[in-house]
């Protein structure tokens, strides 16, 4: 039996054949004849001395040889396609394709993208919002903005700040609660996305920190960290607000951050990429932008006490 490969065209025949289970309809995929397909499959099966369909009246199925051959053929197959697009992108300087979270994307990216697309009119943005993990190849993704711990192997991955978290509202409401023990009787919003955090990053901590021992209840709940913003805007209640998601806010004064403690994490927002597609002109404009944004916002961070979580629960 030989031990080379036999042609790529064969085995991408059999490839679409044993996905479809069907001669006609891998043909018309491959946009060949159902001759020509069948053609290809015969001299897949000469090469390896066996066959690998069993010809049924109208249908086909695997034999145990197929069946051995068609998962590595599928990864095989999508694998070369993924590393072909990722090939071909790197030839592209004018699109970034960018994916976040929904909340940072609508509270950090989207009230800034204005001041991007001005600076920079040859690149053209394109935004995927998701949480999921992402293979950059096979999602054809230049960029990645991720909240959490790391490490992230293999990637580039810049730190852009580290985050803090602080009780934020409108000012009609910081004028009705003006001191942390005034807070316990204020209509309290919880952020349930960063339940992950641990420590624990969340109201009990943060009373905790201003030195008082108090678990609240809460007026409102919400599973999407921008949804909680949007609620502490519209002045349903305080939102112990995280950094990325509301400097902004508080820059602008829409939301004030009145009690001067914060609470720290050591989760934060990375910047990745694959390893060397940081040099690419749009992925490198991108990276200066959002640090050059990062900046503009720092003396929020002026008036505040930061105090790491784990010195709190130390306490």
């Not at 979270?101 to 943005?125: S, V």
């Not at 990645?144 to 580039?156: N, Q």
């Not at 942390?180 to 992950?196: H, M, T, W």
């Not at 503009?296 to 008036?303: A, E, G, L, Q, R």
Request: hydrophobic content about 45%; overall charge neutral; charged content about 20%.
């Amino acid at each position: 039996m030989p031990a080379s490969l036999p042609p790529l065209t064969a085995l991408r025949a059999f490839d679409a054949a044993a996905r479809h289970m069907s001669f006609a309809k891998a043909a018309e995929e491959l946009n060949v004849t159902p001759a020509a397909l069948s053609f290809q499959i015969k001299s897949l099966e000469q090469h390896l001395g066996q066959p690998l369909f069993h010809r049924l009246n109208r249908a086909v199925e695997l034999t145990r040889a197929g069946q051995a051959l068609a998962p590595g053929a599928a990864e095989g197959f999508a694998a070369l396609t993924a590393a072909w697009r990722a090939a071909r992108r790197l030839q592209d300087d004018t699109t970034l394709t960018v994916t976040a979270g929904p909340a940072f994307t609508a509270k950090w990216l989207a009230p800034r993208l204005y001041e991007f697309a001005r600076a920079h009119p040859e690149i053209e943005l394109r935004f995927s919002a998701s949480l999921r993990m992402m293979d950059f190849a096979r999602d054809e993704v230049d960029v990645a903005i991720r909240f959490g711990y790391g490490p992230d192997p293999g990637l580039y991955a810049l730190s852009l700040s580290y985050e803090w978290l602080t009780p934020v509202m409108t000012p009609a409401l910081a004028a009705r609660y003006p001191t942390p023990d005034a807070l316990r009787e204020a209509p309290l919003i919880l952020d349930d996305s960063i339940s992950f955090l641990d420590p624990p990053c969340d109201w009990p901590t943060w009373f905790r920190a201003v030195g008082l021992d108090f678990t609240p209840s809460y007026a409102a709940r919400f599973s999407q960290a921008d949804h909680a913003v949007d609620a502490a805007l519209a002045g349903v209640g305080v939102v112990l607000g995280r950094r990325a998601l509301t400097v902004k806010d508080i820059f602008e004064q829409r939301l004030v951050a009145p009690y001067g403690i914060a609470i720290s994490t050591k989760a934060h927002f990375r910047f990745l990429c694959p390893q060397g597609s940081e040099h690419r002109p749009q992925v490198r404009a991108f990276r200066d932008w959002m640090l050059s944004e990062i900046e503009k916002t720092t003396s929020v961070t002026d008036n505040l006490t930061v105090i790491p979580v784990e010195d709190v629960v130390q306490r």
